[in-house]
């Protein structure tokens, strides 16, 4: 009797509003980076217009992020419901059917999404991860000691050009280097810039036969004039630095000149954070025999694991956070400035951006001349500018980074990291039984 009086009694409170159902609570997976901190920031916003959606985040460092998304929906494990990915990522995970199409609609508006950054994301035709912010890689340097010197960049500038303005630059008594690059060893450190050198130099990491490439003269040349322009015009202890310890050397004056993200631009333009804010320029990555491959795109996405039991809400939330408005939402709330770029091409034509951000032209040339099909000189099997959108390609990235990065700090030459790395591809490819 008690139990029918209670459900009476919960019934008739539902009736009058006192009782709401619970709301959905959609975990969100992501990384620890400025745009998706701020991300979780304006979640009251979404909240707000969505009174029946929660928000509950799990924010993690990018390669703890990458091995604990991977687990879960391998696994089917059903931890999330949004899960922050990669350019990487997405056409593996489309292809195995492990992550449900995003359903966009007018409002959303996929056709201002920038060509490059579509393309990657779709399988058959259908979007299966929202792009929040994109980026490709670019040349960014101290405009006021190139003028000392006389010397006048190139929109395009080449490999060579790029180490005689370094020679001339340099100054370590004055504690200017000439060059600052990606030392760290990680498929997604020191050989997101090195595949975009071996790119341009001629190179693939492996040729339609699935036969890795390493061993090979592209590499060399490539691999060699690296380790020379580090040696006679980086910064000491380049083998361990990766973006951030690059970018807090260019935001002190300490880098001549820098490839790297096209995210940075933002960074070092802005006198709150660089020192030499006033002082930069940018343009397109340097090229050696090819403009194939010279500079990567990458992408963090938004994508809902087909595992998930909330769909609904997750397209909702997935959609809010990679739209327009949200990008609006930024600009308003701390300025045109602060917005994530690189995958609408209305945020590039938006005047106020326009006025705010002097690498714009620049960033958007270099996503927009990125192709993930076509990044090298020789035809390769594999999808992707400094990667190759295989399971496999982790490992071997990782490994080869690892020898890369020990070339650089002199522990072994040139010619026994390539040997080395060579037989780890051939051994990890030849184990994975996937590729004749």
């Known amino acids: 009797m008690k139990r029918f009086l209670k459900a009476g009694l919960v019934l008739a409170l539902l009736g009058t509003g006192l009782v709401s159902q619970a709301a959905t609570e959609l975990v969100i997976a992501t990384v620890n980076n400025g745009h998706m901190i701020e991300m979780q920031k304006l979640t009251p916003f979404f909240e ?19 091995q604990r998304v991977t687990t ?13 990915i990669g350019l990487y990522e997405a056409p593996i995970w489309s292809k195995k059917g492990w992550l449900q199409p995003i359903a966009t609609d007018a409002a959303y508006d996929a056709d ?57 630059i340099h100054d370590p008594k004055a504690g200017v280097y000439g060059m600052c690059l990606r030392g760290k060893p990680g498929w997604g450190d020191n050989m997101a810039f090195l595949t975009t050198l071996v790119n341009t130099n001629g190179g693939q990491w492996f040729d339609m036969q699935w036969k890795p490439q390493i061993d090979t003269k592209p590499w060399k040349d490539a691999i ?15 083998s361990a630095n990766s973006f951030n310890e690059n970018l807090a050397l260019f935001n002190e004056g300490k880098c001549g000149m820098w490839v790297d993200a096209t995210i940075a631009a ?15 320029a940018f343009a397109q990555a340097p090229v050696a025999v090819t403009p194939k491959g010279a500079n990567w795109l990458w992408t963090w996405n938004l994508a809902i694991p087909a595992s998930s039991t909330k769909g609904a809400a ?12 949200y990008v609006n939402l930024v600009a308003k709330e701390h300025g045109w400035g602060t917005v994530p770029t690189g995958t609408r091409k209305s945020t590039y034509a938006n005047p106020e951006f326009q006025k705010v951000a002097k690498f714009a032209a620049a960033e958007k ?38 020898q890369m990065s020990a070339a650089l700090s002199g522990k072994v030459t040139v010619d026994q990291a390539l040997k080395t790395s060579q037989t780890l591809a051939e051994r990890e490819i030849k184990k994975s039984g996937q590729y004749k």
Do not use: C, H
């Not at 980026?135 to 000691?145: A, I």
């Not at 933002?266 to 930069?280: E, G, L, T």
């Not at 997750?314 to 408005?325: L, M, P």
């Open 72 to 84: 879960d929906i391998a696994t089917k494990g059903g931890q999330f419901d949004v899960m922050t």
């Open 48 to 66: 707000k217009a969505n009174p029946d959606i929660k928000l509950k985040w799990v924010t993690l460092e990018e390669g703890t992020l990458r």
């Open 224 to 238: 060699n004039f690296y380790v020379d322009l580090m040696k006679a015009y980086g910064p000491p202890g380049a």
């Open 266 to 280: 933002s960074f070092i333009s802005d006198p709150k954070q660089s020192k030499v804010a006033d002082k930069v």
């Open 314 to 325: 997750a397209q909702t939330f997935v959609k809010w956070a990679t739209s327009k408005e």
């Open 112 to 168: 201002d999404l920038l060509p490059a950054i579509r393309a990657g994301l779709s399988y058959e035709g259908k979007l299966y991860a929202a792009p929040f912010y994109g980026e490709s890689s670019m040349l960014m340097y101290r405009k006021d000691l190139a003028d000392k010197v006389g010397f006048k960049m190139p929109e395009q500038p080449t490999w060579n050009q790029v180490k005689e303005l370094a020679g001339k």
């Open 365 to 402: 040339k270099a996503i927009d001349s990125a192709n993930l099909s076509d990044s090298t000189l020789p035809k390769s099997p594999y999808v992707g500018v400094q990667y190759a959108a295989i399971p496999e390609f982790q490992a071997i990235g990782t490994g080869v980074g690892q």
